[in-house]
């Protein structure tokens, strides 16, 4: 096998697939390592593996599923008597704004850094893996409705991981009242909407003042109001740069941006490039649509 086919297998950089069904074969006694960020669901087609971390090394037979997160390390080896096959998909919670709410995407965040939420295997004969195994059976591995069946495979799959799991202060007093507020909010509302709200607004929702609000905000979510909202709208212009034609200002303007300067280098900042040159690297292939045809037909499911 030449060197740099060992490179691409041992070193997977390539952009993330969100809901999009990747097959990889790794030769026997070869390992694949995904550097990549979210969620990796994958389905041993052939051959044995191991699922390999610092900790434990856990067999991979065909049929079986994986469910790992990006940040739990490891590496998958093929046996040294075959090859090993499979199929994937990857679940990026910041490109579902959409359609989950803040409490989960913080849920799943929360998940990841839990040693035991990071990774699963389930075996040939669980209900994840046989309808994995029907998913990727089907001739047609594209469209919204399959990419809505893959994830409610990942659902079932993480399944406690969308529980939330914060831990509520035994606390009497409006300020323990508006943290359960917020909470509930937070499971209620999906990520989407916070794109328009502002945070006065949010503080009378809760009912308690903006200097409370931003401590238990940051609790619950991880970062700032101000932080997690800018993430929302660089990840849904990411989302229109890479699925639609659209001019980068209109992305700016569609992603809540009133300056097209600020836009670029928020952009620049966050990523390392600029939108025009990420489109470049990160583009679909296929006939991308305007904004506003893409609005018509529902693009906000796939919206980060």
């Known amino acids: 096998m030449p060197q740099e086919m060992r490179n691409m297998i041992k070193n997977d950089n390539s952009p993330p697939a969100h809901l999009i069904v990747g097959e990889l074969s790794v030769p026997a006694g070869e390992e694949w390592v995904s550097r990549l960020g979210g969620w ?3 389905q041993v087609n052939k051959g044995t593996g191991y699922y390999l971390q ?3 090394n856990q067999a991979l037979e065909a049929g079986s599923v994986l469910l790992v997160a990006g940040s739990a390390g490891g590496s998958i080896r093929a046996s040294q008597l075959s090859e090993l096959s499979f199929h994937s998909f990857r679940v990026m919670p910041s490109r579902l ?6 409490g989960e995407q913080s849920s799943l965040d929360l ?3 839990r040693n035991h939420a990071s990774s699963e295997i389930f075996p040939p004969n669980s209900p994840v893996a046989e309808k994995m195994r029907e998913l990727f059976a089907s001739p047609k591995r594209e469209g919204l409705l399959f990419r809505l069946k893959l994830l409610q495979v990942f659902v079932e799959a993480v399944g406690n991981g969308l529980e939330h799991t914060v831990v509520r202060e035994k606390t009497d007093g409006d300020f323990a009242d ?5 909470e509930v909010l937070l499971k209620q509302t999906p990520a989407s909407e916070l794109l328009e709200m502002n945070f006065n607004e949010l503080a009378q929702m809760t009912r308690c003042t903006t200097r409370h ?6 609790e619950l979510v991880g970062m700032s109001f101000r932080d997690k909202r800018a993430e929302l709208r660089l990840a849904r212009a990411r989302e229109l740069l890479a699925n639609s034609d659209s001019k980068v200002v209109d992305v700016a303007l569609e992603s809540g941006y009133k300056s097209l300067s600020l836009f670029n280098l928020m952009f620049a900042r966050r990523y390392g490039v600029s939108p025009g040159r990420w489109r470049q690297k990160n583009g679909n292939s296929r006939k991308m649509l305007p904004v506003n045809l893409q609005r018509s037909r529902g693009f906000k499911i796939n919206l980060g």
């Not at 508006?178 to 917020?182: S, T, V």
């Open 97 to 102: 704004a959409g359609l989950i709410t803040l």
């Open 178 to 182: 508006a943290k359960q507020r917020l």
């Open 213 to 218: 609000l931003s401590r238990i905000f940051h």
């Open 54 to 56: 610092p900790q434990s």
């Open 40 to 42: 990796t669901v994958l």
């Open 111 to 113: 998940a990841i850094t």
